[in-house]
């Protein structure tokens, strides 16, 4: 089960990075806007895992011989790309104003990550469906906190939670590969 609070927080760094940066732009805490965030990027964050497991399992006895690589190489991945964004410019830095379609459209961004996690879930032998769920509720917490932190100034804290991020779901795949081929 921790295995799961772990990958939710790793998958939740990115959302929490995002709603940041939309807390800094916006410089004054708005709980609509705090709401919608959350509720957006917990939902997609939650939903999207199901596309990678129902992908696992469609693959899995294809795969079967070589599912704990997949996981690996994937958590390793995003991870990756997270810990390299890390260094980059912020998305919101783009940003003109935050309507509901560029909250919907950095949901999605978010989430696409989730979804490649998703693919690994069969190999945490947890209930799949209880994972995306803690998965949604981890992220819509830190989104919404995300935003309040922004608002305050927070902007430096980006990166960090994004390079946390990236190193936990390394670790992830690291521990998935070990105990496959221990």
């Not at 805490?29 to 997609?44: D, I, N, P, Q």
């Not at 790309?81 to 104003?97: C, H, Q, R, V, W």
Request: no cysteine; hydrophobic share 55%; net charge negative.
């Amino acid at each position: 089960m921790l295995e799961v609070f772990l990958l939710a927080f790793a998958l939740s760094m990115d959302a929490f990075a995002v709603s940041i940066g939309l807390g800094v732009k916006n410089r004054e805490f708005s709980k609509v806007l705090a709401l919608k965030v959350a509720l957006l990027f917990g939902l997609f964050q939650g939903l999207m895992p199901l596309f990678g497991y129902l992908a696992s399992v469609g693959l899995g006895t294809i795969i079967e011989s070589v599912d704990h690589w997949v996981a690996f190489l994937l958590l390793s991945a995003i991870g990756g790309k997270m810990l390299y964004e890390s260094f980059g410019e912020n998305t919101e830095d783009e940003i003109a104003s935050i309507t509901n379609r560029v909250l919907l459209l950095l949901a999605i961004a978010t989430s696409i990550d989730a979804m490649a996690a998703g693919f690994t879930l069969n190999l945490l032998d947890l209930n799949p469906f209880v994972s995306m769920a803690i998965i949604g509720l981890v992220a819509y917490i830190f989104s919404y906190i995300g935003v309040f932190v922004g608002s305050r100034g927070g902007g430096y804290i980006q990166s960090k939670a994004e390079m946390l991020g990236g190193t936990v779901l390394i670790g992830i795949g690291v521990k998935i590969l070990f105990e496959h081929t221990m």
